[in-house]
Nanobody
């Protein structure tokens, strides 16, 4: 049974930082690309960042230079380091096994003073 469990969300002030984690189980983690997506209230889910099985990364323009995606295959975990957070980053963040139907349950990130 495939499971993705996100953690690390929570209220943060503008300009602050958070690191999200997504632990995978029930899957050969190292062979899959992994993605972080987000969905803000009233908006569609959008791609934030992806990391391929080989470690290549790609980012949405809105987060380039502020967010960093990384993976630790030994721990079956993908991370999203978020710096210089803005109110526009407020959303529920989901991790996803690329090209699959598997999603995490989401973790909320409200950015507010």
């Amino acid at each position: 049974q495939v499971q993705l469990v996100e953690s690390g969300g929570g209220l943060v002030q503008p300009g602050g930082s958070l690191r999200l984690s997504c632990a995978a189980s029930g899957v050969i983690f190292s062979i899959y690309g992994m993605g972080w997506y987000r969905q803000a209230p009233g908006k569609q889910r959008e791609l934030v960042a992806v990391v391929t099985s080989g470690g290549r990364t790609n980012y949405a323009d809105s987060v380039k230079g502020r967010f960093t995606i990384s993976r630790d295959n030994a721990k079956n975990t993908v991370y999203l380091q978020m710096n210089s957070l803005k109110s526009a980053d407020t959303a529920v963040y989901y991790c996803h096994i690329e090209t699959s139907a598997y999603w995490g349950q989401g973790t909320q990130v409200p950015v507010s003073s």
